[in-house]
């Protein structure tokens, strides 16, 4: 059920004006409340994604199986958030159409059954021209960002566009990480000039769509965990490097084996 604390909102917000002694024992009251609601709803996101993880397996480890973790998890993670913006109408719009990608220039990590699936298309989709391109570009990237820390890698993120943006529209749509469903944004403009200053301060954004689908990769890792399974998180280019060293990652990652490096 959509909690009702979690009133859809634009993150960051601007501070409160003056208040008297009074005002912000209340102010504060109510946030405690509902940060205790919103641990509660976040516990409760992460438990229904591992316990899918748990099902889906119990099923048969077969690499079907691997890639249906994620397919379940788009659609679940899609429809939460659809019911939560038709009960709680959004006060502005989202800005994002097709061919904007200033969001494509970030770090995405992701959880092993998402690399396992995005690979899965990849190859199935691709031609071996279109492949053996992309990992060429793999090959620069992993090679510019060796050693680096994930903040060094963040402020060069204008020269480093995404592996699977080809004339400003995503290779790998239907199937794109939890991360990248949930990017958005409320002011192009705002995207453009941060990507271009190099900024990191961040643009407006809808709080709920970001955590929901970090509460869900968060579950999705815990419930591969207890089946001692590797459990991420995993850079993409790593994991579109480490997919294509592999014969048959997806039995590989079953039988348990860490397929994609850190």
């Known amino acids: 059920m959509v909690p009702s604390f979690y009133e859809p909102k634009i993150e960051p917000v601007s501070g409160p004006g003056k208040m008297n002694r009074a005002q912000r024992r209340k102010m504060a009251k109510k ?9 509660r709803f976040q516990q409760e996101i992460a438990a229904t994604a ?3 993880v748990a099902e889906i397996l ?6 079907a199986r691997a890639r249906e973790i994620a397919v379940s998890a788009f659609f679940l993670a899609d429809h939460l958030i659809r019911r939560f913006e038709a009960e709680h109408p959004l006060s502005h719009p989202i800005a994002c159409q097709a061919g904007c990608d200033f969001c494509c220039f970030n770090l995405v990590e992701l959880t092993p059954p998402e690399a396992l699936l995005i690979g899965h298309y990849i190859a199935e989709n691709f031609s071996s021209a279109e492949k053996d ?8 990237t992993l090679a510019l960002t060796a050693g ?10 204008a020269e480093l566009p995404c592996l699977l943006l080809r004339d400003h529209r995503c290779l790998v749509y239907p199937v794109r990480p939890l991360m990248c469903r949930g990017m958005h944004a409320l002011d192009p403009a705002r995207c453009r000039a941060e990507l271009q200053s190099g900024s990191l301060a961040g643009s407006a954004y809808y709080a709920h769509r970001h955590d929901l689908m970090v509460w869900w990769s968060a579950g999705i890792m815990e419930g591969c965990r207890a089946l001692g399974l590797q459990a991420g998180p995993v850079s993409l280019p790593r994991a579109l490097n480490d997919f294509f060293a592999w014969e048959d990652p997806a039995a590989k990652w079953l039988e348990g084996e860490e397929v994609f490096g850190e």
Do not use: F, M, W, Y
């Open 133 to 140: 391109l992309l990992l060429a570009g793999v090959s620069r």
């Open 50 to 52: 591992r316990d899918n």
């Open 148 to 157: 680096k820390t994930k903040a060094a890698i963040i402020k060069r993120r």
């Open 31 to 39: 946030r405690r409340g509902r940060a205790g609601a919103r641990e």
């Open 58 to 63: 119990g099923q048969g480890r077969a690499p």
